[in-house]
């Protein structure tokens, strides 16, 4: 067997039994999680219906103790009813016999809400019985309160426990199902599991449910059964031997790959000698290990670099390089392409210095060195992934802290973690121009004026010199030059970065401004139309805020419209958009949110402005400014097909608003006709709200919001923002 196939099958052995003991490991705790997932969400389920029937028995109980405390006791019985309180109430003397009873009442048998013990036969009704008395406490009969139970009965069960309810016909056995919640397809599998349960345990079924029956006991004298369905994707066990096949394969992958790595330098070094052979002198082998085949490639370049005549070559080169970095500088300092310019210098950095490899590391915000470019670095003995190195740590670390450049030799094992292994490092500290311990580009090392060098804004490393030698001190002058037009890059990057974010925001509040609010109610529409959704436009207005400037001042004024900002952002999600437009109008878009939701938000952004007063600076002590704000809703595509239609609609329902009172909103009214559409059905809920307000998804007319027509949102049919507009100006509002 060759030395490829020895080291393929090695890495096979260590790779694929880690994976398969995994994919056994994973299986089995799925399974487990999904047990005790589902046994935790069966108990919860339990305890809602206990306090479900609990509930209900003391509604049966405090309507019958009404019906008892009265003289009418007829009447009182039909007062109860006709409220809802319950079915039926049904009056008896002392000796059983009906005195009174209200139509319509539930067959029979009722179960008794306090009964302890289970009762045979089918429960058709829940009751509450009371005992009347006279004054001297001498029996006079009973009063019973009874609701039936009944198919919908079973489905509020289930809609309060979110699990599926079943109500057998009794306690015995086998069991019979009256009324259930479960399809059809699991009924007999939910019964059969039922069947053989007692107590609290909870089993599972072939089809992947889980069983618990609840009661009959004190306090809850239905026998139920609850059942969920189990959170286990689907097809697990032939997913994980898919993954286990596949992780097979790019195991073969991968150990032909390290094969052919370590194989590497032999096939390296028969291709130099091939190029010298040919009288190519310039040829040189990476020096990747210590052993022979390191040792033969360090004596073959440091055979071909003694040639004089390529080591003139070289200094005249390397001379004419450094002639033309400054031309190169000024080129790249004027692109804005990051990463293409840190690229553009590495490399040249790395042809500039004989380096096998490189890499620049700027400082991120959590304090670490993050490499931006890399190259050379995908070598076995390299880091996986980004290299990523603490400031406190590691060489490039410490020159990032020190603000002084290194160079050297370093053993392989001693290499600090996270930084690429080599023989010999080069690494320069760069900064933006103007701040100190960073390297210019004219070579010297700036410092702090105040306490020496100062934290560097990233780092240029360079790794093994092709031929073994350590860099020298014109590696050293050459990677400062780079190091300089590295720093004017990210620097030219950073600036024109902040400036792109200032032409779009509001400098008071840190919103967005107008000019994004054209671009974004554009994209919005756009997004809207494409994929059939609803886009709601808040057009929002401070109430009487040219009193607060007229006031306090419009220093003052600036405080009221920072701090109701801040407000604004606290009660938005992240994906909603908020915009200054002008003076004291701002805009809020809601991406996905028809009119329901958008005045959800509005009634939350009214309670958060007038719920607590602003508190500004006063000539002596601080003030507190009550603010309120007036807001106008508009929907897409009900009230206008393009984001300048939906915003003017937005801001006629604004001045609506202010017409209203101020301090509240209003929807903006449609005045044009829905396009023909397609609607998709969407399940409602158990009761409709009678807000009148338009949904998602629904298609009906509904009553008006302050006296004008509104059909609910019909599917969007498109459109995008017009033009660009001017900024509107403030009205006095």
């Not at 004596?299 to 005249?316: D, I, K, P, Q």
């Not at 600036?558 to 992240?574: G, P, Y």
């Not at 158990?686 to 298609?699: E, K, S, Y």
């Not at 049919?717 to 509002?733: C, D, I, K, L, T």
Request: aromatic share 4%; glycine share 10%; hydrophobic share 45%.
């Amino acid at each position: 067997m060759t030395l490829r196939g020895r080291l393929t099958a090695a890495f096979l052995t260590v790779v694929l039994g880690p994976v398969l003991v995994g994919a056994f490991f994973v299986g089995s705790a799925v399974a487990v999680v999904d047990r005790s997932r589902s046994t935790e969400r069966l108990a919860v389920a339990a305890a809602a219906v206990r306090t479900s029937v609990d509930a209900l028995c003391q509604q049966l109980r405090a309507a019958a103790d009404a019906v008892a405390l009265t003289e009418d006791r007829a009447a009182a019985a039909g007062q109860v009813v006709s409220r809802g309180l319950a079915a039926a109430v049904l009056v008896a003397d002392v000796a059983g016999g009906v005195v009174h009873a209200t139509p319509g009442a539930p067959p029979t048998p009722w179960r008794d809400c306090s009964a302890g013990v289970p009762a045979a036969g089918p429960p058709r009704a829940l009751a509450a019985r009371v005992d009347l008395r006279d004054a001297a406490g001498a029996p006079l009969g009973t009063v019973t309160a009874a609701q039936p139970v009944d198919p919908a009965f079973v489905a509020r069960l289930a809609a309060v426990t979110g699990v599926a309810v079943t109500l057998l016909d009794g306690p015995e056995s086998p069991v019979r199902l009256r009324h259930t919640t479960e399809s059809a397809g699991v009924r007999d599998a939910v019964l059969a599991a039922a069947g053989g349960l007692d107590g609290e345990r909870v089993v599972g079924t072939a089809d992947g449910r889980y069983v618990r029956r609840v009661g009959p006991s004190e306090g809850q004298p239905l026998p139920l059964v609850l059942s969920v369905p189990s959170d286990q994707p689907p097809g697990l066990y032939a997913a994980l031997v898919t993954a286990v096949l596949l992780a097979a394969l790019l195991a073969v992958a991968a150990a032909w790959r390290l094969a052919r790595v370590t194989t590497r330098p032999l096939v390296e070094l028969a291709g130099a000698v091939d190029r010298v052979a040919r009288g190519d002198l310039t040829a040189r082998v990476p020096v990747r290990s210590c052993d022979e085949l390191g040792r033969l490639a360090g004596a073959f370049n440091r055979m071909t670099r003694e040639t004089g005549t390529y080591v003139a070559a070289l200094t005249s080169s390397r001379d004419q390089l450094r002639g033309h970095l400054a031309v190169l500088g000024d080129t790249l300092a004027s692109t804005h392409d990051l990463q293409r310019i840190l690229r553009v210098i590495l490399h040249s950095a790395i042809a500039a210095t004989g380096a096998r490899a490189g890499a620049v590391l700027l400082v991120d915000a959590g304090g670490s060195l993050v490499a931006q470019a890399t190259e050379g670095l995908a070598g076995p003995d390299d880091p996986p992934g980004p290299v990523r190195v603490p400031l406190d740590g590691g060489v490039v670390g410490a020159v990032a802290v020190t603000g002084e450049p290194r160079r050297g030799r370093v053993e392989p094992s001693a290499v600090p973690p996270g930084e690429p292994r080599c023989r010999t490092y080069i690494a320069v500290p760069f900064a933006a121009p103007g701040e100190g311990g960073v390297a210019r580009p004219d070579g010297a090392a700036a410092r702090s004026a105040v306490d020496g060098p100062a934290t560097a804004l990233g780092v240029l490393a360079l790794y093994d010199r092709l031929g073994g030698d350590e860099f020298d001190d014109d590696d050293l002058v050459t990677l400062r030059t780079f190091a300089g037009h590295a720093a004017v890059a990210v620097d030219n990057v950073r600036v024109h970065e902040e400036a792109q974010r200032l032409s779009l925001t509001d400098p008071l509040t840190g919103l967005w401004n107008y000019r994004y609010l054209r671009e974004s109610i554009r994209r919005e529409v756009e997004r809207a139309s494409r994929f059939g959704r609803m886009l709601s436009v808040l057009a929002l207005d401070l109430d009487l805020f040219k009193h607060v400037n007229d006031t306090y001042g419009h220093t003052a004024g600036d405080t009221v419209l920072a701090e109701f900002a801040r407000r604004v952002r606290d009660e938005i999600r992240e994906v909603d958009l908020a915009f200054r437009q002008g003076g004291e109008e701002f805009v809020v878009l809601l991406p996905e949110t028809d009119a329901r939701g958008a005045t959800i938000v509005a009634e939350r952004l009214g309670t958060a402005v007038r719920g607590t007063p602003i508190t500004v600076d006063g000539p002596d002590t601080p003030i507190l400014v009550a603010v309120t704000v007036s807001i106008g809703i508009a929907v897409y595509p009900d009230h206008g097909s393009t984001g300048q239609q939906v915003l003017d609609a937005a801001d006629e329902a604004l001045y609506a608003a202010k017409a209203g009172g101020r301090d509240t909103w209003r929807v903006a009214a449609v005045a044009r006709a829905a396009p023909p559409v397609r609607e998709i059905p969407v399940p409602a809920g158990a009761v409709t709200p009678d807000d009148g307000l338009p949904r998602a998804g629904a298609h009906r007319e509904l009553p008006a919001v302050d006296g004008a027509p509104e059909p609910v949102l019909p599917a969007p049919g498109g459109g995008a923002s017009s033009g660009p507009h001017p900024p509107r100006q403030s009205r006095g509002r």
